[in-house]
């Protein structure tokens, strides 16, 4: 240890009454395995990256390295004297953005709180009496920036008992609720009210509808050149002219019928709602296969998911040729001798495969990169731009989800201009192919894209990386996302990636689909805030192993009408707390829609104030998850909100 230190840790040793009779315990004694962290995994006196722990210029030889966001629960059972500790940002970290924020909290109570610490500012002591306390909470956060280059340090960090040993826990348990009721008999149409396509081109929409099955459906004014199947409520034809066409859509059963406004705008624009569906790539990664494909459109609809609005089915990578790869089926030649793509031996049949998702009514997706290579090494589209998407065309795929991967090392130009070039192009071509093709813009949020991604010709774009490396921050993601909502309108929406939850692979290892990581609570709130934001709903978990309690999740119709609310307005955030705020979305209606969220470690009381949200008195509250009306509320409302939890209501008129 660094002498330094050494006569410190003393010094604070000293203050603890008959200092030789406990015994000290250092955190490096416990298990690490509880530990969650941002990015890594826990390091015994080493910082995160492996490299000798160093804070502000100071060595240290003890200690455990983490990363942001980290938590570690402690069981102390009453018995330990104090937690003692050096914390800051470690030396290694590689970069002058890393911010930190250092908490030790006991029973709910914040005993030390570092505010934000930077690269090469001093170590910060922490000595807190812990006496008669039975739980500790030792939190690094990141200080609301971000969680890139967050290397945390716990240095010297140790508990000193009278008796007894510390043991570190799983997180609080936080059981699997099912909130929402199951959908009655009777049927209850769900689904957008506006959608968008473009005139002569192929028409293919399945009414979202919920009730005992057989259903029979009908279509008060349908545009000639579209067709409905009584049956099976799948639309198809040839999108009519331009212009707009007010449909009344109808579903009845033995147990009753149930109608709604279906406005058809035909023109330029795609995707007036938030595009829904699943992507393979957070559960199947490399292994993906036709007949995994065919089995999600199968559970699409078996599940009910397709019911309630989703209806895309999407290939992420993986699915060409490789000039090499772990897999033989997945190596060949790029391109035949025309130049066209081709798909590896796992997808024998593009067209067919099409055809088999389409006859449910559903869509199907695709994914490709400007570069000469996609992130996972196969065939991209670099310089066969016009062709590639002539074949996804042919194919019959409408959604291309283009992923920026190997084009940096080929991209020309400087500043905006180099990141939007690429996309612009395909943009131009997906406009003039005979089929309606929506662009997901898959780059990260490089350039600010949210502010020229509709420019360029897309429907929706990614704001930042990768959620499936940071799942234990969609709260801090979300709210990112939601800063850049002036952007967000129909037509045009930023995405902070798909919903993973369910049975979920590891992102960093691409490893088989395991539990998700996130308490159920987090899991409610992650869909909650994907709604409010009006974000693309795309679930990408294992469609093989879902759950009652993950479509309870994935498929309230209230909570969804949220998200496709025609005026496509992305929440506001209202601060209410160090750990609590709002998220306010107006809707078409004239209602609102709210969230109440904690993103903290222990349940809060969350309140809207109607007098600070501008509202008048006498508000009638729905709680839209449980699809309860709560009564009027005349102030405002206020619930208890679990950890890292949330709730939603809409709140409407007097």
Same mark, same amino acid.
């Not at 009344?248 to 149930?258: E, I, K, M, Y």
């Not at 494909?293 to 078996?302: C, F, K, L, N, Q």
């Not at 590896?344 to 000469?372: E, V």
């Given at each position: 240890?660094?002498?330094?230190?050494?006569?410190?840790?003393?010094?604070?040793?000293?203050?603890?009454?008959?200092?030789?009779?406990?015994?000290?315990?250092?955190?490096?004694?416990?298990?690490?395995?509880?530990?969650?962290?941002?990015?890594?995994?826990?390091?015994?006196?080493?910082?995160?990256?492996?490299?000798?722990?160093?804070?502000? #210029?100071?060595?240290?030889?003890?200690?455990?390295?983490?990363?942001?966001?980290?938590?570690?629960?402690?069981?102390?059972?009453?018995?330990?004297?104090?937690? &003692?500790?050096?914390?800051?940002? *470690?030396?290694?970290?590689?970069?002058?953005?890393?911010?930190?924020?250092?908490?030790?909290?006991?029973?709910?109570?914040?005993?030390?709180?570092?505010?934000?610490?930077?690269?090469? &500012?001093?170590?910060?002591?922490? *000595?807190?009496?812990?006496?008669? &306390?039975?739980?500790?909470?030792? %939190?690094?956060?990141?200080?609301?920036?971000?969680?890139?280059?967050?290397?945390?340090?716990?240095?010297?960090?140790?508990?000193?008992?009278?008796?007894?040993?510390?043991?570190?826990?799983?997180?609080?348990?936080?059981?699997?609720?099912?909130?929402?009721?199951?959908?009655?008999?009777?049927?209850?149409?769900? !689904?957008?009210?506006?959608? !968008?396509?473009?005139?002569?081109?192929?028409?293919?929409?399945?009414?979202?509808?919920?009730?005992?099955?057989?259903?029979?459906?009908?279509?008060?004014?349908?545009?000639?050149?579209?067709?409905?199947?009584?049956?099976?409520?799948?639309?198809?034809?040839?999108? +009519?002219?331009?212009?707009?066409?007010?449909?009344?859509?109808?579903?009845?059963?033995?147990?009753?019928? *149930?109608?709604?406004?279906?406005?058809?705008?035909?023109?330029?624009?795609?995707?007036?709602?938030?595009? $829904?569906?699943?992507?393979?790539?957070?559960?199947?990664?490399?292994?993906?296969?036709?007949?995994?494909?065919?089995?999600?459109?199968?559970?699409?609809?078996?599940?009910?998911?397709?019911?309630?609005?989703?209806?895309?089915?999407?290939?992420?990578?993986?699915? $060409?040729?490789?000039?090499?790869?772990?897999?033989?089926?997945?190596?060949?030649?790029?391109?035949?001798?025309?130049?066209?793509?081709?798909?590896?031996?796992?997808?024998?049949? $593009?067209?067919?495969?099409?055809?088999?998702?389409?006859?449910?009514?559903?869509?199907?997706?695709?994914?490709?990169?400007?570069?000469?290579?996609?992130?996972?090494?196969?065939?991209?589209?670099?310089?066969?731009?016009?062709?590639?998407?002539?074949?996804?065309?042919?194919?019959?795929?409408?959604?291309?989800?283009?992923?920026?991967?190997?084009?940096?090392?080929?991209?020309? #130009?400087?500043?905006?201009?180099?990141?939007?070039?690429?996309?612009?192009?395909? #943009?131009?071509?997906?406009?003039?192919?005979?089929?309606?093709?929506?662009?997901? %813009?898959?780059?990260?949020?490089?350039?600010?894209?949210?502010?020229?991604?509709?420019?360029?010709?897309?429907?929706?774009?990614?704001?930042? #990386?990768?959620?499936?490396?940071?799942?234990?921050?969609?709260?801090?993601?979300?709210?990112?996302?939601?800063?850049?909502?002036?952007?967000?309108?129909?037509?045009?929406?930023?995405?902070?990636?798909?919903?993973?939850?369910?049975?979920?692979?590891?992102?960093?290892?691409?490893?088989?689909?395991?539990?998700?990581?996130?308490? +159920?609570?987090?899991?409610?709130?992650?869909?909650?805030?994907?709604?409010?934001?009006?974000?693309?709903?795309?679930?990408?978990?294992?469609?093989?192993?879902?759950?009652?309690?993950?479509?309870?999740?994935?498929?309230?119709?209230?909570?969804?009408?949220?998200?496709?609310? +025609?005026?496509?307005?992305?929440?506001?955030?209202?601060?209410?707390?160090?750990?609590?705020?709002?998220?306010?979305?107006?809707?078409?209606?004239?209602?609102?829609?709210?969230?109440?969220?904690?993103?903290?470690?222990?349940?809060?009381?969350?309140?809207?104030?109607?007098?600070?949200?501008?509202?008048?008195?006498?508000?009638?509250?729905?709680?839209?998850?449980?699809?309860?009306?709560?009564?009027?509320?005349?102030?405002?409302?206020?619930?208890?909100?679990?950890?890292?939890?949330?709730?939603?209501?809409?709140?409407?008129?007097?």
């Amino acid at each position: 240890m660094h002498r330094h230190h050494t006569l410190a840790f003393a010094l604070l040793l000293a203050t603890v009454p008959e200092a030789a009779a406990l015994e000290t315990t250092p955190l490096t004694a416990l298990d690490l395995t509880k530990m969650r962290q941002g990015w890594g995994t826990p390091q015994v006196d080493r910082a995160v990256t492996g490299k000798p722990l160093s804070i502000g #210029g100071h060595p240290f030889e003890t200690g455990v390295g983490t990363h942001a966001r980290s938590v570690l629960w402690v069981d102390l059972d009453g018995k330990s004297g104090r937690f &003692q500790a050096f914390v800051g940002v *470690d030396d290694a970290t590689g970069s002058d953005d890393a911010s930190i924020r250092f908490r030790v909290i006991a029973d709910g109570t914040t005993l030390f709180d570092s505010e934000t610490m930077h690269r090469g &500012q001093k170590a910060q002591q922490v *000595d807190v009496p812990l006496s008669g &306390q039975k739980s500790l909470l030792l %939190l690094v956060t990141d200080a609301g920036d971000g969680v890139s280059f967050d290397h945390a340090d716990w240095a010297d960090a140790r508990f000193v008992m009278a008796e007894g040993k510390p043991a570190a826990v799983a997180v609080p348990d936080d059981p699997e609720v099912i909130l929402t009721p199951k959908p009655g008999p009777a049927p209850r149409l769900n !689904g957008p009210r506006v959608y !968008g396509c473009r005139p002569g081109n192929p028409f293919v929409y399945r009414i979202p509808t919920t009730g005992e099955r057989p259903l029979r459906f009908s279509a008060v004014r349908l545009p000639e050149g579209l067709r409905l199947d009584e049956q099976s409520g799948i639309v198809t034809g040839v999108a +009519p002219a331009r212009g707009e066409y007010a449909v009344t859509l109808r579903a009845r059963n033995a147990h009753g019928q *149930d109608e709604q406004p279906f406005l058809i705008k035909s023109g330029d624009t795609l995707a007036l709602t938030p595009t $829904m569906g699943w992507n393979h790539w957070y559960a199947h990664y490399n292994r993906i296969t036709d007949a995994m494909m065919r089995e999600a459109a199968d559970i699409m609809v078996s599940s009910g998911m397709a019911d309630v609005g989703y209806q895309y089915v999407s290939i992420d990578d993986c699915w $060409m040729n490789a000039p090499k790869y772990e897999d033989p089926l997945r190596v060949g030649p790029l391109r035949d001798d025309q130049g066209r793509i081709l798909p590896n031996k796992h997808f024998p049949d $593009m067209r067919a495969l099409t055809d088999y998702i389409h006859a449910y009514g559903l869509k199907a997706g695709i994914y490709t990169s400007p570069g000469p290579y996609t992130c996972a090494g196969f065939s991209g589209t670099y310089q066969h731009e016009a062709q590639d998407a002539a074949t996804f065309a042919e194919w019959g795929f409408d959604l291309l989800k283009y992923d920026w991967c190997s084009y940096g090392n080929v991209a020309t #130009g400087e500043g905006r201009e180099r990141l939007t070039r690429p996309y612009q192009l395909m #943009g131009d071509i997906l406009r003039r192919q005979p089929r309606d093709i929506v662009l997901n %813009l898959c780059q990260y949020g490089m350039g600010d894209v949210w502010e020229w991604g509709a420019e360029v010709g897309g429907q929706s774009w990614r704001t930042a #990386g990768d959620l499936g490396f940071e799942l234990n921050r969609v709260f801090e993601v979300a709210r990112k996302n939601a800063e850049h909502r002036e952007w967000n309108r129909p037509g045009a929406w930023n995405d902070p990636d798909y919903i993973q939850i369910g049975f979920v692979g590891n992102a960093r290892g691409m490893g088989e689909p395991t539990p998700c990581p996130i308490t +159920p609570s987090e899991q409610y709130a992650y869909m909650s805030l994907w709604c409010l934001m009006a974000a693309p709903l795309f679930y990408s978990g294992d469609m093989s192993r879902l759950d009652e309690f993950t479509l309870n999740v994935l498929c309230n119709p209230e909570m969804i009408a949220v998200n496709q609310d +025609p005026l496509g307005q992305c929440g506001r955030v209202i601060e209410t707390g160090d750990e609590t705020f709002l998220m306010v979305k107006d809707l078409a209606d004239g209602s609102l829609a709210i969230g109440l969220f904690n993103q903290g470690e222990f349940p809060m009381k969350v309140t809207a104030d109607w007098e600070s949200l501008g509202l008048p008195t006498g508000r009638q509250v729905r709680d839209l998850w449980r699809q309860q009306d709560l009564g009027k509320f005349e102030t405002g409302y206020t619930v208890e909100v679990p950890r890292r939890g949330g709730a939603v209501i809409r709140v409407g008129k007097p």
